[in-house]
């Protein structure tokens, strides 16, 4: 069984930055795809940023602020969230897609606020 286990929220003020990381445990064999989502109070949770055979894509929320990264030989996932403001307040997930499966993390909260 595929294990998640985010770290790195925290409170920042607006324009500040975070570093999330995704610790990976029994991953699979194969090609999988990453990416983290976020859900703020009583909206839906939402994909933030994706890695897709290496290759990022992002929200166009967070586009340009956001990147998303990979390290494969530790498997470790980050999420470097820079000018960050009050609207990327929300508990952040880490997810892991394979073989029509999907494993999630427990979550790590951001707030941004002054």
């Known amino acids: 069984q595929v294990q998640l286990a985010e770290s790195g929220g925290g409170l920042v003020e607006p324009g500040g930055s975070l570093r999330l990381a995704c610790a990976g445990a029994r991953m699979p064999s194969g090609n999988y795809v990453m990416g983290w989502y976020r859900q703020a109070p009583g909206k839906q949770r939402e994909l933030v940023a994706v890695l897709f055979s290496g290759t990022p894509d992002y929200a166009d929320s967070v586009r340009g602020r956001f990147t998303i990264s990979r390290d494969n030989l530790n498997d470790t996932m980050y999420l470097q969230m820079n000018n960050l403001k009050s609207e990327d307040t929300a508990v952040y997930y880490c997810?892991?897609?394979?073989?029509?499966?999907?494993?999630w993390g427990q979550g790590t909260q951001v707030t941004v606020s002054s």
């Open positions: 997810n892991l897609r394979f073989m029509g499966r999907a494993y």
